[in-house]
């Protein structure tokens, strides 16, 4: 039984516990989309909680039949993008390397030099490679993210993976 | 390379990562806190009077902090020094003025649209103008040697920003959405890259020799696996006429690449043994990134014969390229 129909009209009616119940099983992918975009797991987490209480305030915006992942993820990468801008305002790029994640015990010179290009690539090519390669989203959900079309998706991928040197041996497609 | 190596080259570089068993309660606790500011809640166990005096005596105190951070804020942004501070600065002089009117400028952006979008059409002549205060900073600035060529891209891509802003406020004026969304992001897509660049400068510092020699053959690797710039600056005349979206998309990419070996190459200042060959690679370096830029310019405006001038002047700009990375 689908319940999201019903959970959707009640939390569009001012039900939180039904928008929690909504939002709950995309939150390890938001944070990991958080975690994809900053490095840092209390920024990660305030993006997370940030977007999700955003998109409890604008909820009233979302229409029903439409997919709620990319909606939710569109508003939580705005919330990277802002999170990411507040430290750089606050703290004027002067990133302490103590508070950033680096899960990967890899010492391997290449894996090194993918993670710095990957965040130094402009937000915009990051969220395409978080999306489709870290998340595994299709490039219709990337598209519907980033409220781009498909192809332009599948070009601005393209256009990172150049830039990450990751040339793909074709256009990647489906 | 096919999309599961690159997926996996990925996983490796970010790394697994652990969710917080908790983050659905701490989401929860954040919506709650919400709600009770919102709702009022927090004024149980007060009379009704009580309750109206605390909220009227909160929102007192709330306007006042507001004023107050507010008017700090603005002294801190308004702290300008006065610019151009010096018409011939030294390297740090000069990070420390681009630096500043990248603040400057982007803490207008910061107060009235914190990310560009349906509000922003009321903030953009404040952006514009803070972006052409940056700008005439930096045409009254003669750049110290090692920024000498990255300091015209800059002025180009903070100008082209200008322009995108008022493209978008034209756009806005005439209720065209599809063009405001466009002309915001070729905006972004400048401020991005200016930023890069700004980064650059920011962390520039010279290289030993055997970090200067790292970054060489890591530059060398990249523009061998650029493959957009092989397709033009190679031996195999692939087509790239105007009209054709392959041929715009490979000068994208080829642009993007020459931009980020010029950053690498402002990050990591030559040591000074290596200084003549690095000038003369940075100058190469900035007339390749020219001819990809011209080549732009020709595809726009449909141009095939200006198109291939300027083709032709990349192609022998990224063969001196490439000779001056081997001989470092």
Redesign the interface.
Known sequence: MNLAPALIQDASSGDQQAFVLLVEPLLPDAFRLAIGMLRSESDAEDAVQDGVLNAWRHFGRFRPGSDLRPWLFTIVANECRHQRRNRWWSVIRTEAPGELVDKTSSSDPDTLDLRRALYRLPHDQRLVVILRFYLDLSYEEVAQTLRISTKAAKSRTYRALERLRLSPEVLPDE | ???TQ??Q????????????PD??N???V???S??RMKGGSLMFGFGRTASVAAAVLALLLLAAAVIGIRAWHDSLVNSRPASPTVQNPTVSQYQAMV?HDE?YA??KQ?NAC??LGDACPTAEPLLAAALQKWLDDLNGTRPPSRFVYVDPELRRHVAACIRDLRAALAAYNAQDQKGMDAAIGAA??ER??FS?EV?AI?NSRQASASGYASAVR?DQ??LT????CQTLAGPGQASCNVGDDFCQ?NI??AM??ID?LQGDLVRDFAPDASAATDARLQMDVWTADQGLVAMDVAWSAHDQTSLQTARDAFRQAFARVVSDLAAL
């Open positions: 390379m096919n999309e690159i997926r080259r990925l996983r490796d570089a970010v790394g697994e990562t652990r969710v917080p983050l659905r701490r989401v929860e954040r919506l709650g919400s709600e630096s603040v982007l803490s910061a914190a990310v972004v897509s991005d890259t890069a980064d920011r890591s690797a990249g696996n650029c493959v957009a998309n994208v990419v993007e690449n980020a």
